[in-house]
Antibody
Framework: QVQVVQSGAEVKKPGASVKVSCKTSGYMFTAYYVHWVRQASGQGLEWMGRIYPNSGGTDYARKFQGRVIMTRDTSINTAYMEVSRLRSDDTGVYYC????????WGQGTLVTVSS | DIQMTQSPSSLSASVGDRVTITCQASQDIRNHVNWYQHKPGRTPKLLIYDASNLETGFPSRFSGSGSGTDFTFTISGLQPEDVATYYCQHYDGLPLFGGGTKVEVK
């Protein structure tokens, strides 16, 4: 069965970077986009971008272009998302999502940005 | 970029009421709309795909309709377990969520 497991919570200072991992199993990793969605504190869901693991090709929402990098390691079926120049309003829960017949969400990673 | 305007931002209704949420796209997006349910403390779940198709496992009181620019999500007979925030999302090009509708039971 499809499983999507994210890395644990992070606490970062403003201006720092954070890298969240998303380890998948139970399906062909290279065949399906991995999307990243966040819910900033007190806000709604935001689609951040996606990576196609087969080629490594990425698409980013305009809001996150230049500050987010999505990568993958096909040898361990894992996707990564790095957010740089963190601000306090980046505090929130970050999800990775795979759509493979249905949606499979990671458990979410809480990122707290605080001085 | 295609924008999605979702309304209302919140609503409160009684058990058994019919609840309707709308999303309007800034341009024609055919039927490329998903609806998600996000319960507090849980991960979001895809509920409706391609504007009107109910995901397996969800009760038939949930439905979606629309095409082009105007989309509707309906709960026909609100239940206490339906308390959640509901989001539309288009995927015609780069995906984008609507602002969400928080549904509460009176």
């Amino acid at each position: 069965q499809v499983q999507v497991v994210q890395s644990g919570a992070e606490v970062k200072k403003p201006g720092a970077s954070v890298k969240v991992s998303c380890k998948t199993s139970g399906y062909m990793f290279t065949a399906y986009y991995v999307h990243w969605v966040r819910q900033a504190s007190g806000q709604g869901l935001e689609w951040m971008g996606r990576i196609y693991p087969n080629s490594g090709g990425t698409d980013y929402a305009r809001k996150f272009q230049g500050r987010v990098i999505m990568t993958r390691d096909t040898s361990i079926n894992t996707a990564y998302m790095e957010v740089s120049r963190l601000r306090s309003d980046d505090t929130g829960v970050y999800y990775c999502v795979v759509y493979n017949d249905k949606d499979f969400w990671g458990q979410g990673t809480l990122v707290t940005v605080s001085s | 970029d295609i924008q999605m305007t979702q309304s209302p931002s919140s609503l409160s209704a009684s058990v058994g009421d019919r609840v309707t949420i709308t999303c309007q796209a800034s341009q024609d997006i055919r039927n490329h709309v998903n609806w998600y349910q996000h319960k507090p403390g849980r991960t979001p779940k895809l509920l409706i795909y391609d504007a009107s198709n109910l995901e397996t496992g969800f009760p038939s009181r949930f439905s979606g309709s629309g095409s082009g620019t105007d989309f509707t999500f309906t709960i026909s007979g609100l239940q206490p377990e339906d308390v959640a925030t509901y989001y539309c999302q288009h995927y015609d090009g780069l995906p984008l969520f609507g602002g969400g509708t928080k549904v509460e039971v009176k």
